[in-house]
């Protein structure tokens, strides 16, 4: 009994000095929007529908994201090209093309599963919105827009960065390519962790 | 100073101790969230202004445009007033706290004989804006929030009074400056060491704080007692909780700390600061805790309160007295 | 396949497993029996053995190369291996030579996902091609006819097409063309492929090369919700299956083991689909409102109409009332749109809104029984166009069974199989009837042959022969609405009845339900007159007809696919619908009218299980014989008119069915070249023809051999041109519009 009381006793002093002692540890906070972490180099972001160098779409509307699809995020309704509206190289193309970002587990799997690499993941991650609506993106936001490229493959990337978030990403990279998440706290803790696994 | 009439000084002298203690509120509210924060391993509030320090400021312009609600099925003039008593209770013991002294006084609003009767009057009175939120809330949460801080206070308030009558018992008055004067030698609670455990225990367990705030339990009773309140009003129950603290704090220090005495005869640091210090100690002590125990369950509380602090204080006070009559 | 004791059965092998089948049996088929499933493109059950893909091969012990089962006779003491390594070998090199040039763009093609190629492929092919040469390129998309697409790169000639068109629809128009890697499928006669049958070409097609306009890239086999229910487009009642996608019918696909349709659909009910979200849908009850018509809600609709029957009730009595329909509508509705007026009082109750006058044949058969007749006898309009796939059963009998075909009246039977052609029932040569078995297909307008043969037939009854009747109507529940009672009893008035009453004033309320009497009525003039004197019309409709001209409040209600409930084809059977398509919030189904009404009346109905019951179970009672039409007047030399029928004629879904635009017919009248000539028109002209006071204007003139000298034949149905002005083989007059030049291309590509 008395031992217990006292055992009790240790514990919740051994708790007040873990919770002194985290007072003067570094915080290993990111001061997220104004420093942003780089990403691993595959990170699956928000999808993109890239085009060819000709401007045309490269997705034919073959729907075989969307039954790759776990998470049934996408939706796909295919219609013919005509030689007036030619909007992709083939006979087919995606005349209604819709990604419920809110659905998605970002798996990559449609991807995978495109023959044509039409969509791509980026890593893009800001996509926070008001409605839930919002977040139902269709061609309008998926597509690349003309002016803007063809957009870029995965293997394209190898930092993980699109060109237009790289000059935040690179003030402070909190990732090291090479080792992993080496520099923040937690990445240390699995570290040693690993370390004294191995040893 | 005979040409002032009394009246003004008590109101000087009142608009002084309030605006002192709020600004220490404000800050020790920032104090809070930033020390938790570091137990925590985040960086606090950092934003408004350098360091954060303009975060209470942020906080009060938000509590004063906050909608102010009132449920449907509240009881309208009770659920308005239930924050203002709370407040005033929390606020009314500042009145004769004595804070230190000078030759030209005792620094305080008024000295009461009878000082520390006072603040347990007062403080109990406290327990009514709880109970009255939580019941003119018109819903269940705050009811049960209610219920449990009643419960709460009776079990608990017991065992303190116990602990302070200990030290009355060796102070041999119940001025608080005579406390403090009586202490001049031995803080109290060197004597007192048990008694000062439990008030400590208890102090925590009558401000509502954690790990005894199951008043508020989030995570059981989404808000408990001010479940339904916003804006400024809710303001005034955070105000007073923490005006709460502060008092305990200050009335821990003149029990059982001595108050604005020196230790080791370093008398040349004024009184005051060594109240600030002591003070200060208390109130990080409280965050300490925060940061650091989980909430009892709501039974274990209860047989804490009754089977443990209960017995063990008054066998405290029972010590204290028969070594006290022993001596004289 | 059982084994009949007159048919010596072998005993074969298969895969270890002893099989007794009947002598001649196929090896594929046998295999069937052990649900070993030997892959086949070329071979189908209903087409038999062509051996032309080679992809059946199989292992026989005893023969020192692999075999086509698809061609392979059982014999007895056979012993078949069909999963053996060289039978495995066998396939992957028959894949191998199918993929040589084959495109692989499964990703847009709309057989992906349900292609026999891809499925051999998986099971059996090499997964990577060793050819490295280019591919030989074929035309892709070809614009094969109105229906569907070809592509040729596809096409693995297993010519399944080519042999349907040729063995089930004895049509001919599809051909092999050129040899080797270069051959493909083409018409004979490089014009466009035009059938009624066209789109089961799509569905016996293997592989993507046939593909239909109506479903090209709309959607993937996986996302469809499939439905099987009954097509009430005609009186057959075939099965099918209705695909459907984010709330659009997007394709029906015929039911492969189905006894009434034979595993095949015609045009109409298959590609007649599209009409279902066609904006011009109605989509709440309307009310006239002078030239106006005024959205109002359920209620108030309902309420009017149940006001104006209980006026016209209480003040000129139940005969000042009328209800026209049921050939549309469920045998639940039926049943319950008789009950309902009947317990009013009203007895003018009809399903007649045509020129059909009778559905139910005094002997029913079935169709098994007709394709196993040995003479068929075709009275009237021909079922080609009335009731299609039936007449793929004709079809079958002719050719395969050796049946003989006698078509008696103005029409011949629109299908390309030997018939005999009379005009009149004296001339039908008398040893049509020396058959055992014979078929009596009437298209029940005219009962006047039937009165005249009436003897006959008794006799032939009396002599022990099989003899069955078939009446492939107009309206697809014509049957089922008769033997719902939805027929004028007990001095009650039919529709001919109630539109003269009407055009004397003698009608105050009249309720049609899917009817289109002003473009449908056999007399269109009466039909119209009654319509403009009746003050009050209610119509239950998809669209706004013709008829809806002269409505009142018009009631929006269910499409063929959104309805669920029992119908009987024209064979007496009972078919189920189920609901595959949800009808638009505003719609309601005529069921669900009647029951607002009634509440609204204060009329007890039956409880909707005594209703099932009802509708699955036909009483039996003698039916009318249908009417006897007096001879048209005008002279030996008089020019007559032929009023034809056409699949895709009617003013309702075809109408308002943007996908079909292509195979509307046109308002054409066809004429021999010697009357033509006689006329002073050639092809391509407009003429009016005229009959007394009555007139068909704008017609396009087309010249064809096949047409008897001496008419005129126009198509009955077409909305701007109702046929139903002229009587069917009155005398007309033809004159010529000037001019009419910009119309003769038109002319030529509607001949
Ligand atoms: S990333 Fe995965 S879950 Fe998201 S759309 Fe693609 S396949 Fe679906
Ligand atoms: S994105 Fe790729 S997989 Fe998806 S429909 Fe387009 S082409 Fe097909
Ligand atoms: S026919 Fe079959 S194998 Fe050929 S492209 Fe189409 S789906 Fe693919
Ligand atoms: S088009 Fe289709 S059915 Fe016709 S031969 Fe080619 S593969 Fe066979
Ligand atoms: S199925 Fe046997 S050869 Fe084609």
């Known amino acids: 009994m008395l031992r217990a009381v006292i055992a009790g006793f240790v514990a919740i002093l051994a708790g007040f000095r873990t919770t002194f002692g985290y007072l003067f540890v570094k915080k290993p906070t990111i001061a997220y929007p104004s420093i942003k972490k780089q990403h691993a180099p595959r990170f699956h972001g928000l999808h993109e529908l890239r085009r060819y160098a000709d401007g045309k779409e490269r997705c034919i509307g073959c729907e075989l994201c969307q039954i790759a699809c776990p998470a049934n995020a996408i939706v796909v309704v295919g219609a013919e090209n005509t030689p007036a509206d030619r909007r992709s190289p083939g006979e087919r193309y995606a005349a209604r093309y819709e990604i419920d970002e809110l659905r998605c587990i970002f798996c990559g799997l449609c991807e995978e599963a495109c023959p044509t690499d039409a969509i791509v993941l980026t890593p893009r991650f800001e996509m926070s919105d008001y409605r839930r609506g919002s977040f139902v993106y269709a061609k309008d936001r998926l597509l690349v827009p003309p002016q803007g490229g063809v957009g870029s493959a995965p293997d394209e990337r190898p930092n993980g960065i699109p060109a237009d978030l790289g000059a935040v990403a690179q003030q402070k990279s909190t990732v090291d390519i090479a080792t992993g998440y080496d520099a923040t706290w937690y990445g240390r803790a699995l570290k040693t962790e690993r370390r004294g696994l191995a040893g | 100073m005979n040409a002032v009439p009394l009246w003004l000084i008590v109101v000087i002298k009142s608009a002084i101790v309030l605006f002192v203690v709020i600004t220490t509120f404000a800050y020790s509210m920032l104090f809070e969230r930033k020390v938790m924060a570091w137990m925590q391993l985040r960086p606090g509030p950092n934003r408004v202004g350098p360091w954060g320090l303009l975060q209470p400021a942020a906080d009060a312009a938000k509590m004063l445009f906050k909608e102010d609600l009132t449920p449907k099925t509240a009881d309208p003039v009770i659920y308005r007033l239930a924050p203002f008593i709370a407040l005033f209770a929390a606020m009314g013991t500042f009145a004769i706290i004595p804070f230190s002294e000078s030759p030209a006084g005792v620094w305080s609003v008024g000295d009461v004989n009878a000082g520390i009767l006072f603040v347990f009057a007062l403080t109990s009175i406290g327990v009514y804006g709880i109970s009255l939120a939580g019941w003119a809330s018109g819903s269940k949460f705050p009811l049960l929030g209610s219920v449990r801080a009643t419960a709460q206070m009776i079990s608990y308030e017991l065992s303190m009074t116990m602990s302070v009558v200990g030290v009355l018992i060796l102070a041999g008055t119940t001025s608080l400056v005579g406390i403090v004067h009586a202490q001049y030698r031995l803080w109290f609670f060197i004597p007192q060491l048990v008694g000062f455990g439990i008030y400590l225990i208890t102090a925590v367990a009558e401000t509502n704080r954690a790990p005894f705030d199951l008043v508020e339990a989030e995570t059981e009773l989404v808000g408990g007692f001010h479940t339904e309140y916003s804006g400024l009003r809710f303001g005034l129950f955070f105000i007073a909780e923490y005006m709460n603290m502060i008092t305990v704090s200050c009335i821990a220090t003149l029990l059982f700390l001595g108050g604005w005495n020196a230790p080791f005869g370093l008398t040349f640091i004024p009184g005051i600061v060594w109240f600030l210090i002591k003070g200060g100690l208390f109130l990080f002590f409280y965050i300490w805790l925060r940061a650091t125990l989980p909430r009892f369950r709501y039974d274990r509380l209860m047989a804490f309160g009754w089977k443990v602090l209960l017995p063990v204080a008054t066998l405290n006070l029972m010590a204290t007295a028969a070594v006290i009559a022993a001596v004289r | ?751």
Request: proline letters at 6%; charged letters at 25%; glycine letters at 10%.
């Open chain 3, 1 to 751: 396949m059982t084994t009949q004791p007159s048919v010596k059965t072998v005993t074969v092998t298969v895969d270890g497993v002893s099989l007794s089948v009947p002598e001649g049996t196929l090896l594929v088929e046998a295999a069937k029996q052990i649900q070993e499933d030997i892959p086949v493109y070329c071979y189908h059950t209903k087409l038999g053995p062509a051996g032309l893909c080679r992809i059946c091969l199989v292992e026989i012990e005893k023969m020192p190369k692999l075999q086509i089962a698809c061609n392979t006779v059982v014999t007895d003491g056979m012993v078949v291996h069909t999963a053996s390594d060289k039978t495995m070998e066998g396939r992957r090199a028959v894949l191998e030579f199918l993929l040589l040039n084959h495109p692989l763009d499964c990703p847009i093609c709309d057989k992906g996902g349900e292609c026999d190629l891809q499925d051999f492929s998986m099971a059996y092919g090499q997964g990577a091609s060793r050819k490295v040469e280019a591919k030989v390129a074929k035309p892709k998309a070809v614009d094969l006819g109105p229906t569907i697409v070809l592509d040729e790169e596809r096409c693995i000639v297993c010519q399944r097409c080519v042999r349907f068109d040729d063995i089930i629809t004895q049509e001919r128009s599809l051909v092999v063309k050129d040899r080797g890697h270069r051959d493909i499928i083409a018409t004979s006669t490089e014009e466009p492929y035009v059938s009624d049958f066209s789109g089961n070409v799509t569905e016996l097609c293997p592989v993507g090369a046939l593909t239909s306009k109506t479903y090209r890239f709309k959607s993937r086999p996986w996302d469809l919700n499939r439905t099987k229910t009954t097509c009430t487009q005609c009186s057959v009642g075939c099965q099918l299956y209705v695909d459907e996608r984010y709330g659009d019918v997007l394709r029906t696909m015929s039911v492969a083991e189905d006894e009434t349709s034979d595993g095949w659909l015609c045009d109409r009910g298959r590609y007649n689909i599209g009409f279902y979200n066609d904006p011009q849908r109605i989509a709440s009850p309307l009310l006239r409102r002078g030239d106006e018509w005024e959205q109002i809600g359920w209620d108030d609709a309902v309420a009017l109409w149940a006001r104006q029957i209980r006026e016209a009730r209480d003040t000129t009595g139940p005969e000042s009332i009328g209800v026209i329909g049921g050939g549309r509508l469920l045998n639940e509705e039926a049943f319950l749109l008789q009950h309902l007026f009947r317990s009013l009082g009203v007895e003018n109750l009809d399903w007649r809104a045509g020129r059909q006058t009778v559905a139910t044949p005094v002997f029913s058969g079935t169709y098994e029984e007709l394709e196993a007749a040995q003479t068929i006898l075709v009275f009237g309009v021909p079922p080609s166009q009335t009731a299609p796939v039936m007449d793929l059963r004709i079809r079958k009998a002719v050719v395969q069974r050796g049946a003989r075909l006698v078509t008696v009246g103005p029409h011949s039977s629109g299908s390309s199989v030997t018939e005999t052609h009379v005009r009149r029932v004296a001339d039908i040569p008398s040893d049509a009837f020396d058959a055992e078995r014979i078929a009596v297909v009437f298209d029940g307008i005219d009962a006047t042959p039937m009165r005249d043969l009436h003897e006959r037939f008794a006799e032939l009854k009396r002599a022990g022969k099989s003899l069955i009747g078939f009446i492939p109507g107009e309206q697809p529940n014509a049957r089922g609405a008769e033997a719902m009672g939805m027929l004028p009893r007990d001095g009650g008035r039919g529709t001919r009845e109630v539109f003269s009453a009407a055009k004397d004033g003698g009608i105050r309320v009249l309720s049609l339900f899917g009817v289109n009497p002003a473009l449908r009525f056999a007399d269109g003039a009466l039909a119209t007159a009654a319509l403009e004197r009746t003050p009050f019309i209610v119509l239950s409709e998809l669209f706004l007809t013709d008829t809806a001209r002269f409505a009142s409040l018009v009631l929006p209600a269910h499409g063929p696919f959104e309805r669920d409930g029992h119908v009987l084809d024209m064979t007496g059977r009972v078919q189920r619908l189920f609901a595959a398509h949800a009808a638009p919030g505003g719609a309601l189904s005529d069921g669900e009218m009647l029951v607002a009404l009634a509440d609204a009346l204060d009329i007890e109905i039956p409880s909707p299980s005594a209703l099932t019951a009802r509708a699955r179970a036909p009483e039996k009672r003698a039916m009318p014989r249908g009417e006897i039409r007096a001879a048209a007047p005008g002279g030996e030399a008089a020019l007559r008119v032929i009023i034809r029928s056409d699949i895709f004629a009617g003013g309702g879904t075809v109408y308002h069915d943007e996908r079909l635009e292509e195979l509307r017919p046109r308002p054409i009248a066809t004429l021999h070249p010697r009357t033509a000539q006689a006329l002073g028109v050639a092809a391509g002209d407009l003429v009016d023809v005229i009959a007394g006071d009555r007139a068909l204007r704008g017609l396009i003139v087309r010249v064809a051999d096949a047409a008897s000298e001496g008419t005129i034949r126009v198509v009955d149905g077409l909305p701007g041109a109702p046929a139903n002005v002229l009587f069917d083989g009155e005398e007309v007059q033809v004159t010529k519009l000037e001019p009419a030049a910009p119309l003769a291309a038109a002319g030529a590509v509607a001949g």
